[in-house]
């Protein structure tokens, strides 16, 4: 199985200022055949489901704020919200789906400063 | 709008069983692949598995964690997909979601049920 290590634990931003958090994989998530990395970030808030924000490392979904920015490629990959806004307190989970069984990170916590 | 809602969750004693539905709407569920995720308390996500679509022969996939126990179908003429739950442990424990890619070309899951609960305990 891939295992995903996402890093730190936990952050806390203040309001309107960067968060950065990352993501590694055991091993590559890229496909040479797609030249997509198969690599997706969810936010889940307090009681919800998770939300997708970026499929194939960088993409983000339709609907989702520019704030949000995702690069990296292979097994390295990072999130990035460029200016912390209130709701954007959750959980961020990586995600690989690039073989089954798809396998998460462990989260990682943002809180306000 | 798209809807996944689960139900079936509940108490059960270890070595029990538990039968879980998620019914959809919004989408074409036929052509979707399912999939199942579960959440502990306080704990992160993990996936469970996923079943496929007709033309893809409703292959099934698992996490290593519930291959025996755990098995998911689907019933297309009901717009639906179970996860069929058996020799439960404490350590099952938790809420359970289905989720999907729907129609998204992304290929991640999309859409997401609230969840369902459920409690392994005697």
């Known amino acids: 199985d891939i295992v995903m290590t996402q890093s730190p634990d936990s952050l806390a931003v203040s309001l309107g200022e960067r968060a950065t958090m990352n993501c590694k994989s055991s091993q590559s998530v890229f496909s040479v055949y797609s030249t997509e990395n198969y690599l997706a970030w969810y936010r889940q808030r307090p009681g919800q489901p998770p939300e997708p924000l970026i499929y194939g490392a960088s993409t983000r979904k339709s609907g989702v704020p520019d704030r949000f920015s995702g690069s990296g490629s292979g097994t390295d990959f990072t999130l990035t919200i460029s200016r912390l806004q209130a709701e954007d307190v959750a959980v961020y989970y990586c995600?690989?789906?690039?073989?089954?069984?798809?396998?998460f990170g462990q989260g990682t916590k943002v809180e306000i400063k | 709008e798209v809807q996944l809602v689960e139900s079936g969750g509940g108490l059960v004693q270890p070595g029990g069983s538990l039968k879980l539905s998620c019914a959809v709407s919004g989408f074409t569920f036929s052509g979707s692949s399912m999939h199942w995720v579960r959440q502990a308390s306080g704990k992160g996500l993990e996936w469970l598995g996923r079943?496929?679509?007709?033309?893809?022969?409703?292959?099934?996939a698992y996490a290593e964690s519930v291959i025996g126990r755990f098995t998911i179908s689907r019933d297309d003429s009901k717009n639906t997909t179970y996860l069929h739950m058996n020799n439960l442990k404490t350590e099952d424990t938790a809420v359970y979601y289905c989720?999907?890619?729907?129609?998204?070309?992304?290929?991640?899951?999309?859409?997401w049920g609230q969840g369902t609960l459920v409690t392994v305990s005697s």
């Open positions: 079943i496929r679509s007709k033309p893809n022969n409703y292959a099934t």
């Open positions: 995600q690989q789906y690039y073989t089954t069984p798809w396998t």
């Open positions: 989720s999907s890619p729907g129609y998204s070309i992304s290929g991640i899951n999309d859409y």
